[in-house]
């Protein structure tokens, strides 16, 4: 069982920066590999960006490559997702999961088995 909490969101102009935290609970957090998703109003929950367990491989969705960058500290049992440059259109709420393997590929929902409850993030124009 892994509990997780995200933190860091909150409201920022066009341009600007956040910095989410996820923190698991549990002495597992090392051998899951964790993903970033978000849902806006009246959208479907889609991928961000994924990292394995070891941290060496990262995966973005084409809207956020280059701007968002995701990282893992296990001796913290956190993941990170730095976002720079953010656009109106990155509004949602933002939820971290984590995933046992990625059996179905990492940028599928569904193949997650543990949520946080989700932090809002707000990107005025």
């Known amino acids: 069982q892994v509990q997780l909490v995200e933190s860091g969101g909150g409201l920022v102009q066009a341009g600007g920066s956040l910095r989410l935290s996820c923190a698991a609970s549990g002495r597992t957090f090392s051998s899951y590999a964790m993903g970033w998703f978000r849902q806006a109003p009246g959208k479907e929950r889609e991928f961000v960006t994924a990292?394995?367990?070891?941290?060496?491989?990262?995966y973005y969705a084409d809207s956020v490559k280059g701007r968002f960058t995701i990282s893992r500290d296990n001796a913290k049992n956190t993941v990170y997702l730095q976002m720079n440059s953010l656009k109106p259109e990155d509004t949602a709420v933002y939820y971290c999961?984590?995933?046992?393997?990625?059996?179905?590929?990492?940028?599928?929902?569904?193949?997650?088995?543990?949520w946080g409850q989700g932090t809002q993030v707000t990107v005025s124009s």
């Open positions: 999961a984590a995933a046992a393997t990625w059996k179905y590929g990492y940028s599928w929902p569904g193949g997650y088995a543990y």
């Open positions: 990292i394995s367990v070891s941290g060496g491989s990262t």
